[in-house]
């Protein structure tokens, strides 16, 4: 059999999984016609067709298929060796590259960094803070802290820490509504996701209409405005923990809205850079601090007279809707 032109195998991976010669010129950065001149080269060599044309479609036959199949896995473990390759070069400097959403470097993270620099001096960290999701492998990236489900393809993720939702408030807001019932939480200008607030407004079986005066795309934004006093936010306990241990913001409530809500947050890492040394000094890490963090979360949940207050007068509450519905 005549010897394959390897260089045209990128391309016939990219057709065979976009199903469309266009698609796959604008992944690879080529032009349709470069596409299309890689794809018949390679069939002209080995000497039958690859792909069925269906008007603007193409297909993979049966031949295409079994191709495909070893392809597919021959330039994965290509791609994992050069990623291998540069994260080792990169660790001759000992530099790891990291992304996450601004609300986590700004709230969490960077009040860290001085412990980060005191236990690894010889790793430098590049961050990088953005709302969208970066291809790791793409952008030169070693790691990213993202929230979700831990279902991202081609990275191995672990399960970092749980954060549910809470409502918080600056000292004078807590004061305000010292030994009120979770209901009058909304009479004050709330922050944040109308949706949220609804559900966890429910979680105490208070039906109330809910109008958020403001909303923000990014939650260290929303944190900041509540502990001006501009109003109540229903945020991540994890990102407001520094400003809770501080007295800059205080929990108004012991609802908090978790499951399906309260997206975990994940170290997520390409698969051939698991067990990479100055990654795992990072994760070891990440998962140190942030045991510290649940820790101090934990001994200093509610300020005592203000959970007590708002514990009797949910309960008050409970009891006079359960007589009303008598």
């Given at each position: 059999m005549a010897r394959i032109p390897l260089g045209t195998l990128p391309a016939f991976r990219a057709v065979a999984r976009t199903q469309n010669l266009r698609a796959a010129a604008d992944e690879l950065h080529l032009t349709h016609?470069?596409?299309?001149?890689?794809?018949?080269?390679l069939e002209q060599q080995l000497g039958f067709a690859l792909f069925d044309r269906r008007g603007r479609r193409v297909v993979l036959n049966a031949a295409g298929s079994a191709l495909q199949r070893s392809v597919e896995a021959a330039l994965t473990r290509?791609?994992?060796?050069?990623?291998?390759?540069?994260?080792?070069?990169a660790g001759a400097a000992q530099r790891v590259r990291l992304t996450m959403v601004p609300s986590f470097a700004q709230r969490w993270l960077l009040p860290r960094m001085a412990r980060w620099r005191e236990r690894h001096p010889d790793i430098a960290l590049e961050l990088h803070a953005s709302q969208q999701i970066v291809d790791l492998t793409r952008?030169?990236?070693?790691?990213?802290?993202?929230?979700?489900?831990?279902?991202?393809?081609?990275?191995?993720?672990?399960?970092?820490?749980?954060?549910?939702l809470i409502a918080l408030g600056s000292p004078a807001a807590a004061r305000r509504l010292a030994g009120q019932a979770t209901v009058s939480?909304?009479?004050?200008?709330?922050?944040?996701d109308g949706d949220l607030w609804q559900r966890w407004f429910a979680l105490d079986d208070c039906r109330c209409h809910v109008q958020p005066v403001a909303s923000f795309n990014d939650a260290g934004l929303m944190l900041q405005a509540a502990?001006?006093?501009?109003?109540?936010?229903?945020?991540?306990?994890?990102?407001?923990?520094?400003?809770?241990?501080?007295?800059?913001?205080?929990?108004?409530?012991?609802?908090?809205?978790?499951?399906?809500?309260?997206q975990s947050y994940w170290l997520a890492v390409p698969t051939e850079l698991v067990g990479w040394p100055p990654l795992e000094a990072l994760r070891e890490w990440l998962l140190d601090e942030l045991a510290d963090a649940a820790a101090a979360l934990t001994s200093s949940a509610l300020p005592a007279p203000i959970a007590a207050a708002a514990a009797n007068a949910a309960k008050t509450a409970r009891r006079g809707r359960a007589a009303a519905r008598r």
């Open positions: 016609s470069a596409i299309s001149q890689q794809i018949r080269l290509v791609d994992e060796g050069v990623r291998a390759a540069a994260a080792a070069a952008e030169g990236f070693h790691a990213a802290v993202r929230q979700g489900l831990g279902q991202w393809r081609g990275l191995h993720a672990e399960r970092l820490i749980d954060s549910p939480l909304a009479a004050e200008p709330l922050l944040g502990e001006q006093d501009i109003g109540i936010a229903l945020g991540r306990e994890l990102l407001a923990a520094d400003a809770l241990r501080e007295g800059r913001l205080v929990r108004l409530s012991p609802l908090a809205l978790g499951e399906e809500l309260a």
